[in-house]
């Protein structure tokens, strides 16, 4: 497993399936995956993330690849070696991951529903209420922050907002 981390915003696990061919799949948001795949329906996927985004769900991105026995070994190398690192670990295996989870074909896109927990209308009603101003901070698509934002109350129609969206990494 190469497990998620907020700079990748992907993570990956690598399998070897009954016939010995060696997967790595991949998911994570479409930001990511969307540059990481080099074929499959590109176009699609997109379609359908935005579909789920502007429904409030929340999206991620699914790639594929399968490696050789060789691939194999030189990515545990590299990793082993970047682990090893007394300066900038975190950089070189983070590098090591991304020289992976790269070249991937699109397989699709999932979208989730992430129900808001009991109470959440009424407590930020009560918070406004008290003259408490909020602040929406996410990692969401913005469309998906859009409507959990209205689902919370935090969103009104008439509500101003303020974009400051950055999606350069």
Request: glycine share 6%.
């Amino acid at each position: 497993e190469l497990p998620f981390d907020s700079f990748r915003k992907c993570m990956s696990v690598i399998v070897k399936d009954a016939d010995g061919v060696i997967h790595v799949l991949v998911k994570g948001a479409e930001s990511t995956m969307l540059t990481a795949c080099t074929s499959g329906n590109m176009r699609r996927a997109e379609e359908e993330i935005d579909c789920f985004a502007n429904m409030g769900l929340r999206t991620l991105a699914l790639g594929y690849k399968t490696i050789t026995e060789d691939q194999l070994k030189r990515f545990e190398d590299a990793l082993e070696a970047a682990s090893q690192s007394f300066v900038n670990r975190v950089k070189y295996v983070r590098e090591v991951y991304q020289d992976l989870e790269r070249d991937l074909e699109m397989v699709g896109a999932t979208g989730i529903e992430d129900r808001l927990q009991e109470e959440v209308p009424e407590t930020i009603y009560d918070l406004k209420r008290a003259g408490i101003k909020i602040w929406v901070l996410t990692g969401d698509k913005k469309e998906t922050a859009i409507n959990s934002g209205h689902s919370a109350g935090i969103l009104k129609l008439d509500s101003q907002m303020i974009d400051i969206c950055d999606t350069a990494d």
